[in-house]
């Protein structure tokens, strides 16, 4: 059963972009040198709205709730820097996250060049009697990887995090800590007035011997060169849960 509803949401999301890209298509060819693609920065704004599902793995049990989310990004062809910020009430706890980071690359103009990037994890969970906080920062390193006939930059890297869980509940305060390393690629694929970007990551926690997997994937399809359409799909496995989002919104370009 539970199969069967996560290939029901790939398929959702799959669905939806697919007529986000149909749908762009009509207005490609005119507006081509008017899209975000074409622009040397921009900002990015996308307010987003859609539901969760949580899987409790020690349990067994699942629940499911309405999410909501802010994602903003300024852009250039050297740096680029984002920020999403996301609230559910699942399974009885509010929760809430943002996730803050920074890409720097090398000469836009080379087919190899270098990456370095950053990136800041927030995650409150809180109940009526316990809440956890979940911080971690994570350094990255790798290469950009351009192929300019398919429209594609593949980005491979490895990265280093510290994560820290501090726990309060009624008998006292609990605080663990792990270091974590990733290894992880992400593809960015543009073309006239769609954008799409898709990044895998394991982590391994080396303090618990565990790895977990994150699979995340978002898609825009501008219809004027200042709005459009953004879907937003992610798979995220930690060491007792894994959670499910699927967000939807407009965005605006600036």
């Not at 977990?212 to 219809?223: E, H, K, L, S």
Request: with cysteine.
């Amino acid at each position: 059963m539970r199969t069967h509803r996560y290939h029901h949401c790939c398929n959702l999301f799959a669905a939806t972009i697919l007529v986000l890209l149909t749908g762009t298509r009509i207005f490609a060819s005119a507006q081509e040198t008017n899209s975000p693609a074409h622009k040397r920065s921009a900002l990015i704004i996308s307010p987003l709205v859609g539901w969760a599902e949580n899987e409790d793995l020690r349990t067994g049990q699942t629940d499911k709730s309405p999410e909501y989310g802010l994602l903003a990004m300024y852009a250039t062809p050297r740096f680029v820097v984002n920020n999403t910020t996301f609230f559910t009430d699942i399974n009885k706890s509010d929760v809430w996250g943002n996730i803050t980071s920074l890409s720097l690359y090398g000469d836009p103009k080379e087919k190899l060049t270098w990456f370095l990037g950053g990136s800041y994890i927030w995650h409150e969970i809180k109940t009526k009697t316990v809440k956890v906080t979940v911080t971690e920062p994570l350094g990255k390193v790798g290469f950009v990887w351009r192929i300019p006939s398919a429209h594609l930059s593949i980005n491979p890297y490895v990265g280093y995090g510290m994560e820290t869980v501090n726990t309060e509940w009624g008998l006292g305060d609990d605080r663990d800590l792990s270091d974590i390393a990733v290894y992880g690629v992400s593809a960015y694929w543009r073309w006239r007035m769609l954008y799409a970007n898709a990044k895998y990551y394991l982590s391994n926690d080396l303090d618990h011997d565990t790895f977990n997997n994150t699979f995340r994937v978002w898609g825009t399809a501008m219809y004027t060169k200042n709005i459009g359409l953004l879907a937003r799909f992610e798979y995220t496995e930690q060491n007792t849960t894994k959670d499910t989002s699927i967000l939807f919104g407009p965005v605006f370009v600036f």
